[in-house]
């Protein structure tokens, strides 16, 4: 009978329900425990490493910038915390008003939504950020931060926020930083603890030791720091005389749009490897992006654990004595390591290929300005695999030269009015991979 | 129950329910305003609004001051609104009803509104998210019973016109009374949605979410089902006719309003652009068109739920006892099922 299923149905629901919305202990920052089981990062350490990124960044209601981190305590203050405002209207807990659902309380991009949402929120802990106007490893401005936070993410579940007065962009902005700051932080940490070597029980608290405090602020936050503090000089500006004049002729338009064609199918900028012939986005399909990646070797490396296990029942049943109980101790490590893993993976959001771009679409999620697509093919899109064709720093050398870049931008804003001459009907952007 | 169909000397109790019943929907709407605009926290103390007594607050201030207070005082004053015209319900009843069953009705309906307020109450003392989604899950249900007793004191309740007996009555009657649970069912988990913590597992929200859709295509199917028996065997016995086609618009416009709930809100989903473009435009948060269709999503959930509860009811006064009507359809759609 259907109404028994259904019967059932509510029955597991309600028990999901009432223990998930029984929560009222505020809500607290939550480690990367993907990073902490890899490393393998024993309770006593994760607890410090929580306490430390505690100290130097205090919690989601009582936020705390070092001055260090050049963060604005005032605007932090603003965006964290419960939702509430006053008589006169001045908002608070902006980001859980407004972002917290999608990116999480601790900005790793696993709010309560993310696992419906298609691409997946934005994960702000390892300071990489898709659509921005810098080189393709800096720092986002934060006029970046802004204007994806005040137009939106086409196509995406990213909203814009223009109807947000600026101060309370601002605030939000501040918060994004100081969570990606916050993130970085504490990979550091995590990965400090575990090129150290240091034994399982082994003291971790910059309190009582010196100098690994000047180790936390002076190399490792300040190592956090270098990328944010010189954002302002990695920002792509280009050459006035190459960007293309707003009254040319069709005839230079056409030329332009042509040379860029040629660029997308030639080898120098081979767009047409992950962009596909037709420009539907239909060429290399097979790439994660890099947040999905850790997921896929953590799957990995786990079903790589599961076999070791396998072999070590095999074995153990070889061996006596002495070297029996050493096995069996391994085994046990082993098995309480693969139970954690697996515990793990039942919670992590399912890895996603990065799909290229259908540029016939017309849908440009880091905006369609001139400008916005220059960045694109300029510093590319870390994280998706889309590569720079300009300097990785400035002063550098890239692929193609700005002109060429302009050549491109012109051909795919050719591309959605130019006709397929056999169109291709595929799934676009959607394909999830076990 | 037996049916008594003396009519009631006086006609107020009717007139004044659906009065209480329409000032109850806009208290629904703005209720649900006040989470899509998550205004709940706009004023921070409970009885009183910043200090003031609740009637007593600067009505300029209230008018010309921020949007968010604007809501929630709002919805604090309607629902003070409501709360006293369900006291002049029940001393209507408790004076031109002699049914004394319908007097602690009247009880109930104070006592549950009461319970409610005391509930937003205590959200906004306590800040607490999952008592919202409580009070999330009573103001539909306070609603209903406001419905409820819209059809006990009205004619069609008293004044059973003769019919036929009607095939597949008994089935009509209990597939009208599992549309009426299922709709509840659909509002709680809409308003576990609505206020799942910021914290909780996106794992969590998943099953919910999934929960939502199943329970879409289980309402949608009884209301189809539902509408379809009535329009076939019963159109002539009012009012369940015009209710049953009330019902499946409802549905069908609930259906539309959901769809555009998920747009406006995580915007078109991925697979739709196989078929059309996903837009030159990202969604606009707090937008009006946002603000208002989620809004109307849940408020015609309540709507939702009063129709088939008013069908419900009527199906129970008006139908015979399924012993006597049910017919070979009935039975062989119920062995099917």
């Known amino acids: ?434 | 129950m037996n049916p008594d169909f003396t009519h009631p000397a006086s006609p107020w109790p009717h007139r004044w329910a659906i009065a209480l019943a329409c000032a109850t929907f806009p208290l629904l709407w703005v209720g649900g305003l006040v989470t899509t605009t998550d205004s709940g926290m706009a004023v921070p103390d409970w009885p009183s609004t910043y200090g003031y007594n609740l009637f007593l607050y600067p009505w300029t201030t209230w008018l010309t001051g921020p949007w968010d207070l604007f809501v929630e005082h709002g919805h604090r004053l309607l629902g003070a609104m409501v709360g006293m015209m369900t006291i002049v319900l029940l001393a209507l009843l408790w004076r031109r009803d002699d049914r004394r069953w319908m007097r602690w009705l009247g009880g109930a309906a104070l006592a549950l509104v009461i319970f409610q307020g005391v509930l937003g109450g205590m959200r906004v003392r306590f800040d607490e998210r999952t008592l919202a989604m409580l009070h999330g899950c009573t103001g539909p249900l306070f609603f209903a019973v406001t419905v409820a007793m819209v059809v006990f004191t009205s004619r069609c309740w008293w004044l059973r016109e003769s019919s036929a007996v009607p095939p597949s009555a008994g089935y009509i009657r209990r597939l009208a009374l599992v549309t009426c649970i299922l709709v509840y069912l659909q509002i709680v988990v809409g308003a576990v949605l609505r206020h799942v913590p910021v914290a909780a597992e996106p794992g969590a929200f998943v099953l919910a979410v999934r929960f939502h859709l199943f329970l879409a295509a289980a309402v949608t199917l009884h209301v189809a089902l539902l509408a379809w028996f009535v329009l076939s065997h019963a159109r002539t016995i009012k009012p369940l006719g015009g209710l049953a086609i009330i019902l499946a618009g409802l549905v069908a416009v609930q259906l539309a309003l959901g769809a555009g709930t998920w747009i406006v809100k995580f915007s078109v989903p991925a697979w739709v652009s196989d078929w059309i473009s996903t837009g030159s435009v990202a969604v606009q948060d707090g937008g009006w068109l946002q603000t208002h269709i989620i809004t109307a999503h849940v408020a015609a959930g309540s709507l939702l739920l009063a129709t088939s509860l008013a069908l419900a009811l009527f199906g129970q006064r008006l139908l015979p006892f399924a012993s006597a009507a049910r017919d070979a359809v009935s039975r062989r759609w119920e062995a099917a099922v």
């Not at chain 1, 130097?56 to 932090?76: H, I, Q, S, V």
């Not at chain 1, 539907?280 to 399909?285: E, F, I, M, P």
């Not at chain 1, 679409?361 to 220059?374: E, K, N």
């Not at chain 1, 931008?409 to 595929?426: A, T």
Request: hydrophobic residues 40%; charged residues 25%; proline residues 7%.
């Open chain 1, 1 to 434: 009978m259907p109404y028994r299923t259904l019967a059932k149905f509510v029955g597991i629901f309600a028990i999901v329900a009432l223990t998930g919305c029984g929560q009222t202990e505020p809500p607290a920052f939550r480690l990367d425990m993907v990073k902490v089981t890899e490393n393998e990062i024993s309770p006593k350490h994760q607890q410090a490493i929580a306490d430390i990124l505690g100290a130097m960044f205090g919690t989601p209601d009582a936020p705390f910038a070092m001055p260090e981190t050049g963060l604005d305590e005032r605007k932090l203050k603003m965006a964290a915390g419960p939702v509430w405002s006053n008589e006169a209207g001045d908002k608070h807990g902006l980001y859980r008003r407004h972002c917290a659902h999608c990116h999480g309380i601790s900005g790793d991009g696993q709010g309560p939504t993310a696992a419906i949402l298609n691409p997946y929120p934005r994960d702000y802990r390892r300071g990489l950020f898709k659509f921005k106007g810098t080189f393709t490893a800096a720092q986002p401005t934060d006029e970046d931060l802004r204007r994806i936070i005040l137009n939106g993410v086409l196509a995406t579940a990213m909203p814009a926020f223009a109807l947000l007065p600026p101060d309370e962009v601002d605030a939000l902005v501040e918060y994004v930083k100081y969570l990606s700051m916050r993130g970085q932080m504490e990979t550091a940490l995590e990965n400090y603890v575990f090129d150290e070597g240091l034994e399982p029980d082994a003291p971790l608290d910059p309190a009582t030791d010196a100098e690994l405090k000047d180790i936390i602020v002076n190399d490792l936050l300040a190592g956090v720091m270098e990328g944010w503090n010189t954002v302002v000089e990695q920002v792509v500006v280009p050459t006035e005389e190459g960007i293309p004049p707003t009254d040319r002729s069709a005839e230079e338009i056409t030329a332009s749009v042509n040379a860029g064609r040629e660029l997308f199918f030639g080898a120098k900028a081979n767009c047409v490897k992950c962009h596909g012939p037709t420009g539907l986005g239909d060429g290399q399909q097979d790439n994660y992006d890099d947040w999905s990646a850790v997921t896929v070797k953590f799957e990995d490396d786990t079903r790589a654990l599961a076999d070791e296990i396998k072999g070590l029942k095999q074995d153990l049943k070889k061996k006596t004595g002495d070297e029996r109980a050493a096995a069996e101790k391994e085994l046990k490590t082993k098995v309480a390591q693969l139970a954690v893993r697996n515990e793990l993976i039942a919670h992590m959001l399912t890895p996603r290929r990065a799909i290229p771009r259908n540029l016939r679409d017309g849908t440009y999620r880091g905006g369609r300005r001139d400008i916005d697509l220059f960045w694109r093919v300029f510093a590319g899109i870390p994280g998706m695999g889309m590569p720079a064709t300009g300097p990785s720093a400035p002063g550098g050398q890239g692929t193609l030269t700005e002109q060429e870049m302009w050549q491109i931008v012109d051909y795919i804003q050719s591309l959605p009015f130019e006709p397929i001459s056999e169109p291709q009907v595929r799934r676009v952007n959607v394909r999830t991979v076990n």
